[in-house]
């Protein structure tokens, strides 16, 4: 659905979405990290070609996911949106954990505690799967579905690391707490 972080998820609906690359792309005025998806299970990202890529987090466990045509280095260093230069590939951001959005009231950035991430280690499990076609996009994740439904990974290592225009990106994402009531 719309972007997503974790102080701002509640109309994040739990289900499978998918979209253009391209229409992730939310044009604020001075550019800023934008488009995330929160607790994000899995996504299939795939090009004109068909072929791409699964992510998966860990079992038990759920990512914060962005795909844009533009690298977090371009959104930082442009002041405004019109001088941003769109990429003929797509850099897809993963994250463990995602710093809250704040400004709850109109004056300050303000961030409720319950969402702030307290120094520490923390660890994570990802994992990264070729996919043949966007059909394979649509079976559930890998621990969810026969071992012979996927290929090995190191089928992948022969595909460019970079997925041209066209690519599309479908996700499962839904907040924590309404999942576990399913």
Known sequence: PHESYPDRKTGAK????????DETYVPYICPQDNGNKS??????????DGKGVLVQAGREETVHLSAHRFTPHDL????????LKEREEVTV???H?????GGNNSWSRAHMPKYLIPPGSYTYSLSLSPLSSP???HRPPR???PAS??????AWAARSAKLRKGFKAGMAAAPIKIAELI
């Open 143 to 145: 621990w969810y579905a």
């Open 76 to 83: 930082n260093r442009c002041r405004h949106a019109v001088e």
């Open 97 to 101: 954990k995602h710093m809250p959005c």
């Open 149 to 154: 439904e996927y290929r090995a990974p190191s």
């Open 93 to 95: 951001t993963v994250d």
């Open 14 to 21: 739990i289900g499978k979405y998918e979209c253009d690359v």
């Open 39 to 48: 607790d994000v299970r899995w996504a299939a990202l795939w090009g004109e």
């Open 135 to 137: 059909a394979a996009a």
